[in-house]
């Protein structure tokens, strides 16, 4: 197993410096390449990351009947998806992705019937999958949960209803959509989560020949067509990655560009961080942001696009952690993402958490510890944190991190930073 270890002498002792590029996002390609599931033929995805999740939900796809080629570090995923899809996606798959879920929507609508096992994914809630099965059900699929996979059927194919989604729920709405598109008839989703990565998805339907109205909205009127066809598309920038990035200065002070960061995804994270006292500058082809000494502590509520997002959540308890001042922090979307406080409480971090929220107090610097990485965010957050500690620390468990960053641990110490990879 690989660990990431991180030497620092506290924030500001070594600040970053220079450039970063930021590829596709994760969470966008991953429900872009189940989405070449609706047509035969086949389909191009460009600019998709090269991390593992997507060599998983590559070997998905191949298990349902596809070819699929992946080109990395160009970032070219081609698929040819066959006429007779297989339907089943086992247990063995699906647990190490859990987003391989979006395969379920476009299933159901291709074959008439699904059978995917519930998976597992990142340790950060109970991640229920209720609204996806409620939604498919009101498109008139039959649906049973037995031996840990969810079975749907639907003989004579689906068929276009109103459905309100109880909350934004990403995966839900991505689920649903690929659903409606060519169940028969018309389809209102409402309440739909909005991200960035559901308006990529909603484009690369319509240039494959969905009709969906209200891109980019809550409500999205979707009129279900025959037959898709195949398509290129290119996948949205990550606006988590990026946003990852704007948080490395925040924490180790220095100048950071961002190449290919869209600051118009991440509004209210850089209006926080300006607002703290970082300095952020957008160009055309990116933005940088620059942070010379102690920020001021911000409060944060979690919340669904445009509200402040939960995957950098733990990013700016990290920062809190080191800040004039004391923060509260709000998690409204996964309610165990705070195991990651504990991991910071090590590194010496004041908080409290109760419930969903936690309160923390500044303290000038972190100081070095071993510690663990649960999930891609809060592995990330804990190397941001290490480069704000003094002395070592070492992050356990960093293929979580591998999962969500391309080259994480270079690309930190191409900007400065003391990080390397150690084997245990
Ligand atoms: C996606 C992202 C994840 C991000 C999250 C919120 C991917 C692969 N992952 O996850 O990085 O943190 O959006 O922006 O794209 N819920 C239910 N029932 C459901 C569906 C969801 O209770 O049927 C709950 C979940 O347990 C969670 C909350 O709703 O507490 C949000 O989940 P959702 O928006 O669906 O996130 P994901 O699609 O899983």
Redesign the pocket.
């Known amino acids: 197993m690989e660990s990431f270890q991180v030497t620092a002498a506290g924030p500001f002792a070594r600040p970053l410096e220079g450039t970063v590029r930021v590829g596709g996002a994760?969470?966008s390609a991953?429900?872009l390449m189940a989405a070449a599931l609706l047509a035969p033929g086949t389909s191009v995805i460009r600019n998709v990351p090269d991390i593992l999740d997507v060599t998983v939900m590559g070997q998905l796809l191949r298990q349902l009947g596809c070819t699929v080629d992946v080109v990395q570090p160009e970032g070219t995923v081609t698929i040819d998806v066959p006429e007779e899809l297989g339907w089943e996606a086992p247990y063995e798959l699906v647990r190490r992705l859990?987003?391989s879920i979006a395969v379920l929507g476009p299933l159901v609508a291709r074959c008439h019937r699904a059978s995917v096992a519930l998976p597992g994914g990142d340790a950060i809630?109970?991640?229920?999958?209720?609204?996806?099965?409620a939604g498919l059900r009101d498109l008139g699929a039959v649906i049973r949960v037995e031996h840990g996979q969810v079975v749907a059927e639907v003989p004579g194919g689906l068929v276009g209803a109103t459905l309100w989604l109880d909350?934004?729920?990403?995966?839900?709405t991505?689920n649903l959509l690929m659903a409606a598109v060519t169940a028969s008839g018309s389809s209102v989703l409402d309440n739909a989560?909005r991200?960035p990565?559901i308006v990529d998805l909603c484009r690369m339907l319509v240039s494959m020949g969905a009709r969906i109205d209200g891109i980019g909205s809550s409500t999205l009127s979707i009129e279900g067509v025959d037959r898709l066809r195949p398509v290129e598309h290119t996948t949205v920038t990550d606006r988590?990655v990026a946003g990852t990035w704007a948080f490395a200065p925040a924490l180790a002070g220095g100048t950071v560009t961002i190449e290919g960061g869209v600051a118009s995804h991440l509004d209210l994270v850089l209006d926080k961080l300006a607002s703290a006292g970082a300095l952020i500058t957008t160009q055309e082809t990116g933005f940088t942001v620059t942070v010379e000494s102690r920020l001021r502590s911000f409060d944060v509520v979690t919340l669904?696009?445009p509200g402040f997002?939960?995957?950098l959540q733990p990013f700016a308890m990290a920062l809190a952690s080191v800040s004039e001042g004391t923060a509260m922090i709000t998690e409204n979307?996964?309610?165990s993402r705070f195991m990651f406080a504990q991991e910071l409480a090590r590194l010496g971090a004041d908080l409290h958490t109760d419930g969903h929220h936690a309160v923390v107090r500044g303290v000038p610097t972190l100081s070095g510890a071993p510690v663990v990485a649960h999930d891609i965010r809060a592995g990330a957050a804990l190397v941001l944190a290490g480069l704000a500690s003094q002395g070592v620390t070492t992050v356990a468990e960093s293929h979580h991190i591998d999962r969500g960053y391309p080259r994480f641990a270079e690309v930190l110490a191409d900007i400065g930073a003391d990080v390397v990879r150690i084997s245990d």
């Open positions: 994760k969470n991953l429900k859990r987003a809630g109970s991640r229920g999958l209720d609204m996806h099965m909350f934004p729920s990403v995966g839900a991505e989560a991200e990565e988590i669904p696009f997002p939960t995957d979307v996964f309610e």
